[in-house]
């Protein structure tokens, strides 16, 4: 015979069970024969959110508490937690591992004894209750088996795990916020979701950003000053930079200065007229910048040519989730694999080494490691790409220089590149050159021609060059990756072509010419090595060098070594050498010591120095440094002050002093403007280095007041507003698309937030985009859940999913879910208009309409406190009441019970909604019901009219048949 202590409880956990989320639901763990023992301590359940280092794991758990203690189920927990053990309540075992197969854990209830990774555990009668549905145990002992600790908070009816060991599920749950993250913003660029755009259109003229370096030296000779003007800007809805460089003794020396244009087309990417750079071509052109035209479709930067199309393919233990990385980056995905193989593909790839790492993770903590490489030949285009570059070039020449070189170089070259198949590019290139002195060729037309490929992890390119006089030049460049080294080789033949691309070291004309190159890591070594040999036409000159350079960590300390040797024909070799060392960082202080020492042809030391710096405050740095001579040179002592701080100046100072006599001192400042869009400038934060990026100016303000100290971020820089309000952000990248955001964390009150989100926009070289930020004191509501059954009082109820919806956009502002006492605040709201429902999960658990839910509120500007936005659910969702229901009903049916008047149906409804009427009120309900009515039958249908209080609060009404008086 059940108790009637057992069956009411019975029917509370069973509504709580339909209100409460299906994620994590376990059995109640209290047994209905535990219920009927007469215990000397009361035994009850608990209802509690169960959460690990802030993720949620279930919104609903059940707990035992007896007096004092309680008691967590092992099971259950152990399932949230991924963790690989077997609970068998009914029989009281334990068996699994936990987090390493090796760590295996067993447990016999009928014993109290059982091992833990090969440690004995004993537990004691008092430490565990076996129900028929898990295994409870008290904190001290679940911890035997689980790496984690508790927080009991009982006001908010939450657990809080924290984990002493990287467990399976936070593994899990880390993974999915990062899933979650590549597919939000799968739309952008790199994996950014980009805000909306904001446009910064070109203009005719612009008032130019502009940074100025000065310069000034004293020795004991001589005083020199140097001046060097730079700018950026908008000049005839294009893009344009400028520089202006003068000294003392010539007054203006130098003036350069080029417009261009980002086109952004796949036809044309940018062209550029002024002092430009034209491309190098191998054994044509070395490309030194000077006066001309420039245009290209190639995109900036070898990084921006892709191939999209590329797979991997994996061997995968079945259940097990996958994560493929490009330098750090996650890039795809595969959860729960369901084959025992798995092939990524459409990965994009870049010209060079692509390394890639996957990361495998098992259903309970397994964790495995693998590398992967694609290989894309450098100079390789994805098939049927096809880029060009053309450029006509007048080499060296400025737009004005005071003392011009008398030679300079007029050329014109076009190129066309084409990509054939994903392992081979071809290409070619004409050329015309005019020299200025007519003791050169008058003029040269030359033409090249290569081929870039890709076969057996090799990587190759083949070019020749040829002018009209049948001169010729060829190079074959090979590249081959070999586990963490990089090998290359590079051979070149001449035949009678002359150029200064073509580095000639050997005395007549070169004929052949060798390199070699090994480069890469092994272990904490890093290292380059490079030979050269050049031999000359007639076979009587050689030359020859062999340069290495290596880095190691060794504890934290930093040595690194380099080493040159070279030979001339016949003569003996030269050899010198130099190692370096270093401990410490500037904060703290830093010494570098260093030798340099030569090998051939003599084996002597040849100097040492010696280095300390360190930061003096925030500011300032100071630095002083000894050099001393083993041979006939003078020893030195050098002194330095400089400004480390990157904002709106930089000042730097140096004296020096030697054993001759010979001293020297320096100062140099820096400065810089940004266009203030209300006119003027305003100073450089990046003390003149920002001229030719771009720019942000953020206005902060709140009720018309400028706001200060709070910071706007775009990427990774940031401003913080001034007295003024306005925040810089300066020094961007020009063309690369930025989001700009407050960051919210900056401002002081935690009620005040920005109206909107951010923008996204592209900067310009020397612009600044202003932007308005208002901030305003945002509102709160709350309000009470409550679920009631027939004409029981109401309970409050926990873990209930509440949220905000911007009544216009129809977005989910904000969503929270109720605690102990069934209080539910949903803060942080921006002034608007909100429907304040259940969540649509909430909402389906119920079986209601969300829309019945539904409560209108409106936040004003100055920050609205809305309370008493309470919701009472009825009888398992069939009666829904709202303090300000969104849509209430117009009217409510049920049928008439004829053991029962009129009035005791309407007291009964007024009674469930918790609002009775007064005599008078009551008296005047019945009569218009009976007026739309008349006298109803027994199981006729009653209509009763919504539209007065209380019976306005009712927004869902689902009770079609009798009221059930007779259990009132």
Same mark, same amino acid.
């Given at each position: 015979m059940v108790s009637a202590r057992a069956a009411l409880l019975a029917g509370v956990v069973g509504l709580s069970l339909a209100l409460q989320p299906s994620i994590g639901l376990a059995s109640s763990p209290l047994s209905?024969?535990?219920?009927?023992?007469? *215990?000397?301590?009361?035994?009850?359940?608990?209802?509690?959110?169960?959460?690990?280092?802030?993720?949620?794991?279930? #919104?609903?758990?059940? $707990?035992?508490?007896?007096?004092?203690?309680?008691?967590?189920?092992?099971?259950?927990?152990?399932?949230?937690?991924? !963790?690989? $053990?077997?609970?068998?309540?009914?029989?009281?075992?334990?068996?699994?591992?936990? $987090?390493?197969?090796?760590?295996?854990?067993?447990?016999?209830?009928?014993?109290?004894?059982?091992?833990v990774g090969g440690d004995p555990l004993v537990l004691g009668d008092e430490d565990w209750i076996q129900e028929h549905d898990d295994l409870y145990l008290r904190e001290e002992a679940i911890q035997a088996f689980l790496p984690v600790d508790f927080e009991h908070r009982p006001r908010d009816a939450e657990i809080h795990m924290r984990a002493e060991e990287?467990?399976?599920?936070?593994?899990?749950?880390?993974?999915?916020?990062?899933?979650a993250e590549l597919r939000d913003g799968a739309p952008a660029d790199e994996g950014e979701a980009w805000l909306p755009r904001e446009p910064l259109p070109r203009r005719a003229l612009t008032r130019p950003a502009w940074s100025l370096s000065l310069d000034q030296r004293l020795n004991d000779e001589q005083t020199a000053t140097r001046g060097d003007l730079a700018g950026a800007g908008d000049v005839l809805w294009h893009e344009s930079e400028w520089r202006l460089l003068a000294n003392d003794?010539?007054?203006?020396?130098?003036?350069?200065?080029?417009?261009? &244009?980002?086109?952004?087309?796949?036809? +044309?990417?940018?062209?550029?007229?002024?002092?430009?750079?034209?491309?190098?071509?191998?054994?044509v052109r070395r490309g030194r910048s000077g006066m001309g035209v420039t245009a290209t479709n190639r995109p900036e930067g070898v990084a921006r040519t892709t191939f999209t199309d590329q797979t991997i393919e994996i061997e995968v233990p079945e259940g097990w989730d996958v994560e493929l990385y490009r330098d750090g980056d996650l890039i795809d995905f595969a959860q729960d694999v369901d084959t025992d193989r798995l092939e990524f593909d459409d990965i994009d790839a870049r010209p060079g080494t692509n390394p890639y790492t996957i990361e495998f993770y098992g259903p309970?903590?397994?964790?495995?490691?693998?590398?992967?490489?694609?290989?894309?030949?450098?100079?390789?285009?994805?098939?049927?790409?096809?880029?060009?570059?053309?450029?006509?070039?007048?080499?060296?020449?400025?737009?004005? /220089?005071?003392?011009?070189?008398?030679?300079?170089? @007029?050329?014109?070259?076009?190129?066309?590149?084409?990509?054939?198949?994903?392992?081979?590019?071809?290409?070619?290139?004409?050329?015309? &050159?005019?020299?200025?002195?007519?003791?050169?060729?008058?003029?040269?037309?030359?033409?090249?021609?290569?081929?870039?490929?890709?076969?057996?992890?090799?990587?190759?390119?083949v070019r020749g060059a040829f002018d009209r006089e049948d001169g010729s030049a060829w190079r074959l460049s090979l590249d081959r990756g070999l586990g963490p080294l990089d090998l290359g080789y590079e051979y070149t033949h001449v035949d009678g072509l002359e150029g200064e691309a073509i580095r000639s070291r050997v005395s007549g004309e070169l004929r052949?010419?060798?390199?070699?190159?090994?480069?890469?890591?092994?272990?904490?070594?890093?290292? @380059?090595?490079?030979?050269?040999?050049?031999?000359?036409?007639?076979?009587?000159?050689?030359? &020859?060098?062999?340069?290495?350079?290596?880095?190691?960590?060794?504890?934290?300390?930093?040595?690194?070594?380099?080493?040159?040797?070279?030979?001339?024909?016949?003569?003996?070799?030269?050899?010198?050498?130099? !190692? &370096?060392?270093?401990?410490?960082?500037?904060?703290?202080? %830093?010494?570098?010591?260093?030798?340099?020492?030569?090998?051939?042809?003599?084996?002597?030391? #040849?100097?040492?120095?010696?280095?300390?710096?360190?930061?003096?405050?925030?500011?300032?740095?100071?630095?002083?440094?000894?050099?001393?001579?083993?041979?006939?040179?003078?020893? @030195?002592?050098?002194?330095? +002050?400089?400004?480390?701080?990157?904002?709106?100046?930089?000042?730097?100072?140096?004296?020096?002093?030697?054993?001759?006599?010979?001293?020297?001192?320096?100062?140099?400042?820096?400065?810089?403007?940004?266009?203030?869009?209300?006119?003027?400038?305003?100073?450089?934060?990046?003390?003149?280095?920002?001229y030719d990026h771009g720019a942000v100016l953020a206005r902060v303000h709140q009720d018309g007041e400028p706001v200060e100290n709070v910071e706007v971020c775009a990427d990774r820089q940031c401003g913080a507003s001034n007295e003024d309000g306005e925040a810089w952000v300066a020094?961007?990248?020009?063309?690369?698309?930025?989001?700009?955001?407050?960051?919210?964390?900056?401002?002081?009150? =935690?009620?005040? %937030?920005?109206?909107?989100?951010?923008?996204?926009?592209?900067?310009?070289?020397?612009?600044? +985009?202003?932007?308005?930020?208002?901030?305003?004191?945002?509102?709160?509501? *709350?309000?009470?859940?409550?679920?009631?059954?027939? !004409?029981?009082?109401? /309970?409050?109820?926990?873990?209930?999913?509440?949220?905000?919806?911007?009544? /216009?956009?129809?977005?989910?502002?904000r969503s929270e879910r109720s605690v102990f006492d069934g209080l539910y605040i949903l803060d942080q709201l921006p002034p608007s208009a909100y429907r304040i429902q259940a969540s649509e999960e909430q909402a389906e658990r119920l079986g209601v309409p969300q829309s019945a839910t539904a409560q209108r509120v409106a936040i004003e500007d100055d920050g609205d406190l809305a309370r008493g936005y309470d919701l009472t659910i009825h009888d398992d969702g069939e009666i829904v009441q709202a303090a300000e229901p969104a849509s209430p009903v117009e009217?409510?049916?049920?049928?008439?019970?004829?053991?029962?008047?009129?009035?005791?149906?309407?007291?009964?409804?007024?009674?469930?909604?918790?609002?009775?009427?007064?005599?008078?009120?009551?008296?005047?309900?019945?009569?218009?019901?009976?007026? $739309?009515?008349?006298?109803?039958?027994?199981?006729?249908?009653?209509?009763?009219?919504?539209?007065?209080? =209380?019976?306005?609060?009712?927004?869902?009404?689902?009770?079609?048949?009798?009221?059930?008086?007779e259990s009132q």
């Amino acid at each position: 015979m059940v108790s009637a202590r057992a069956a009411l409880l019975a029917g509370v956990v069973g509504l709580s069970l339909a209100l409460q989320p299906s994620i994590g639901l376990a059995s109640s763990p209290l047994s209905l024969d535990a219920l009927e023992e007469a *215990d000397e301590e009361a035994r009850s359940d608990m209802i509690v959110r169960l959460s690990l280092e802030g993720y949620t794991l279930a #919104d609903t758990e059940y $707990l035992i508490q007896e007096g004092e203690a309680v008691y967590y189920p092992l099971g259950q927990i152990a399932s949230h937690l991924e !963790l690989a $053990l077997d609970v068998q309540p009914r029989e009281g075992e334990v068996t699994g591992w936990v $987090l390493d197969p090796d760590r295996t854990v067993s447990f016999d209830a009928d014993s109290g004894m059982g091992k833990v990774g090969g440690d004995p555990l004993v537990l004691g009668d008092e430490d565990w209750i076996q129900e028929h549905d898990d295994l409870y145990l008290r904190e001290e002992a679940i911890q035997a088996f689980l790496p984690v600790d508790f927080e009991h908070r009982p006001r908010d009816a939450e657990i809080h795990m924290r984990a002493e060991e990287e467990l399976p599920v936070l593994s899990r749950l880390e993974r999915e916020s990062r899933w979650a993250e590549l597919r939000d913003g799968a739309p952008a660029d790199e994996g950014e979701a980009w805000l909306p755009r904001e446009p910064l259109p070109r203009r005719a003229l612009t008032r130019p950003a502009w940074s100025l370096s000065l310069d000034q030296r004293l020795n004991d000779e001589q005083t020199a000053t140097r001046g060097d003007l730079a700018g950026a800007g908008d000049v005839l809805w294009h893009e344009s930079e400028w520089r202006l460089l003068a000294n003392d003794e010539d007054g203006l020396r130098r003036f350069d200065g080029a417009l261009g &244009q980002q086109v952004g087309h796949p036809a +044309l990417e940018r062209y550029e007229l002024g002092r430009v750079n034209p491309p190098r071509y191998d054994l044509v052109r070395r490309g030194r910048s000077g006066m001309g035209v420039t245009a290209t479709n190639r995109p900036e930067g070898v990084a921006r040519t892709t191939f999209t199309d590329q797979t991997i393919e994996i061997e995968v233990p079945e259940g097990w989730d996958v994560e493929l990385y490009r330098d750090g980056d996650l890039i795809d995905f595969a959860q729960d694999v369901d084959t025992d193989r798995l092939e990524f593909d459409d990965i994009d790839a870049r010209p060079g080494t692509n390394p890639y790492t996957i990361e495998f993770y098992g259903p309970h903590g397994e964790r495995e490691t693998i590398t992967r490489t694609i290989e894309i030949g450098p100079g390789l285009l994805p098939p049927g790409r096809v880029h060009y570059s053309l450029d006509a070039v007048w080499e060296g020449e400025s737009l004005y /220089e005071q003392d011009p070189a008398d030679e300079h170089v @007029r050329s014109a070259a076009g190129r066309v590149d084409v990509g054939v198949t994903e392992a081979v590019t071809v290409g070619a290139d004409v050329h015309y &050159q005019e020299p200025d002195e007519q003791a050169a060729p008058a003029e040269r037309e030359l033409v090249g021609a290569d081929a870039a490929f890709s076969a057996l992890g090799v990587w190759g390119r083949v070019r020749g060059a040829f002018d009209r006089e049948d001169g010729s030049a060829w190079r074959l460049s090979l590249d081959r990756g070999l586990g963490p080294l990089d090998l290359g080789y590079e051979y070149t033949h001449v035949d009678g072509l002359e150029g200064e691309a073509i580095r000639s070291r050997v005395s007549g004309e070169l004929r052949h010419g060798h390199e070699l190159q090994a480069a890469g890591s092994l272990g904490p070594l890093r290292t @380059r090595l490079r030979y050269e040999h050049q031999e000359s036409a007639d076979g009587e000159s050689t030359w &020859q060098r062999l340069r290495t350079r290596e880095n190691v960590t060794i504890g934290g300390q930093r040595l690194r070594h380099s080493l040159r040797v070279s030979r001339t024909d016949d003569e003996d070799p030269a050899a010198r050498g130099s !190692l &370096q060392t270093r401990w410490g960082r500037h904060r703290q202080g %830093r010494l570098s010591l260093g030798v340099s020492y030569d090998l051939a042809p003599e084996a002597e030391m #040849d100097s040492a120095n010696a280095e300390y710096s360190q930061d003096l405050n925030a500011n300032w740095r100071g630095s002083a440094s000894v050099r001393g001579s083993f041979n006939d040179r003078p020893h @030195r002592l050098r002194l330095g +002050l400089s400004r480390t701080s990157r904002e709106y100046w930089r000042l730097s100072g140096r004296g020096q002093i030697d054993t001759e006599g010979s001293w020297q001192v320096s100062v140099g400042v820096d400065v810089g403007g940004l266009p203030h869009p209300d006119g003027g400038w305003y100073p450089d934060p990046e003390a003149g280095r920002g001229y030719d990026h771009g720019a942000v100016l953020a206005r902060v303000h709140q009720d018309g007041e400028p706001v200060e100290n709070v910071e706007v971020c775009a990427d990774r820089q940031c401003g913080a507003s001034n007295e003024d309000g306005e925040a810089w952000v300066a020094r961007l990248e020009p063309h690369e698309p930025v989001n700009v955001e407050v960051d919210v964390g900056s401002i002081e009150n =935690p009620f005040v %937030r920005p109206a909107k989100e951010g923008v996204s926009f592209q900067p310009r070289p020397g612009r600044v +985009l202003p932007l308005e930020y208002a901030l305003h004191e945002t509102g709160e509501v *709350d309000g009470t859940v409550h679920r009631r059954r027939g !004409l029981h009082d109401p /309970e409050e109820v926990s873990g209930f999913e509440m949220e905000a919806v911007d009544a /216009e956009s129809g977005e989910v502002v904000r969503s929270e879910r109720s605690v102990f006492d069934g209080l539910y605040i949903l803060d942080q709201l921006p002034p608007s208009a909100y429907r304040i429902q259940a969540s649509e999960e909430q909402a389906e658990r119920l079986g209601v309409p969300q829309s019945a839910t539904a409560q209108r509120v409106a936040i004003e500007d100055d920050g609205d406190l809305a309370r008493g936005y309470d919701l009472t659910i009825h009888d398992d969702g069939e009666i829904v009441q709202a303090a300000e229901p969104a849509s209430p009903v117009e009217e409510i049916r049920f049928e008439f019970d004829e053991g029962y008047s009129l009035r005791d149906h309407l007291e009964h409804v007024l009674e469930r909604l918790g609002a009775p009427m007064s005599d008078e009120d009551l008296a005047a309900l019945v009569e218009e019901v009976r007026m $739309l009515n008349g006298d109803p039958d027994d199981g006729d249908s009653v209509i009763v009219p919504a539209d007065q209080a =209380p019976l306005d609060e009712i927004a869902h009404w689902e009770r079609t048949g009798k009221l059930g008086l007779e259990s009132q």
